[in-house]
């Protein structure tokens, strides 16, 4: 029998933060390693945590939210325009760029620091912790969802994708780690029975049209946008 899939990130039990106010969402990254190297493309999802106050036990991609010092990352290549320009174009106040770039930059750390996987070139300075510099050249932006209103945790997730032969990604060479535990490598046309939250179920559909659309995932895309506005659950294109 299939695991109930949890609701993650646009659906999930709602709560009130402590004192009752408003929770402002967090800016997040999460990133899809996709390998192609075989007859089907596959995913790395991994399980997280069973301490994790936000999501526990539920299989996602490697990511986390932003932190200031993703600012100051040096990086050895940049995200192409097309993405970049799909990062700031945001409803209402746009995002700046390097806003946009830290984005990806922190979905390239996390990636990181959950997985072992380095999405870049060796770093031979120091670089906030980092042993190299991220190349986000390759990046695609792939989706973003939000937390509905009334939870005690919220977060702006930008989805970013990446084929594993373009950024050099040895697909054997994953490490797990206190984050991300069980790493998989996950057949995107085949899921298996996991705990995996709705809105990783549904990103993953639209991964999967896309890839039927254009196998190599051209930069210059529509992004799927999923939020809830007055208790709808809304997708719009950015």
Request: glycine share 6%; no cysteine; proline share 9%.
């Amino acid at each position: 029998m299939t695991p109930e899939r949890r609701s993650g990130s646009a659906a999930s039990p709602q709560s009130e933060s402590p004192r009752g106010r408003p929770v402002r969402p967090r800016d997040a990254a999460s990133i899809m390693i996709l390998d192609r190297s075989g007859a089907r493309v596959h995913v790395l999802m991994g399980k997280r945590h069973s301490a994790h106050a936000f999501m526990p036990d539920v299989y996602v991609f490697p990511g986390g939210r932003r932190d200031p010092s993703d600012h100051r990352l040096a990086f050895a290549g940049d995200l192409h325009p097309a993405v970049l320009q799909s990062l700031k174009s945001v409803e209402g106040r746009p995002l700046t760029e390097a806003r946009a770039r830290a984005l990806a930059l922190a979905a390239v750390r996390e990636l990181y620091e959950e997985a072992g996987v380095r999405v870049g070139k060796p770093n031979l300075k120091p670089n906030a912790g980092l042993p190299f510099l991220p190349d986000l050249a390759n990046l695609r932006y792939m989706a973003r969802a939000i937390t509905p209103p009334g939870h005690s945790r919220r977060f702006d997730t930008r989805f970013f994708a990446v084929f594993a032969d373009e950024a050099y990604i040895d697909a054997s060479l994953i490490l797990e780690s206190r984050e991300l535990q069980d790493l998989q490598w996950i057949d995107v046309n085949d899921l298996p029975p996991l705990q995996i939250p709705e809105i990783t179920v549904t990103i993953l559909a639209d991964l999967r049209s896309s890839l039927e659309s254009d196998p190599s995932l051209p930069r210059e895309r529509s992004v799927p946008f999923y939020f809830m506005r007055r208790g709808r659950f809304v997708r719009t294109l950015l």
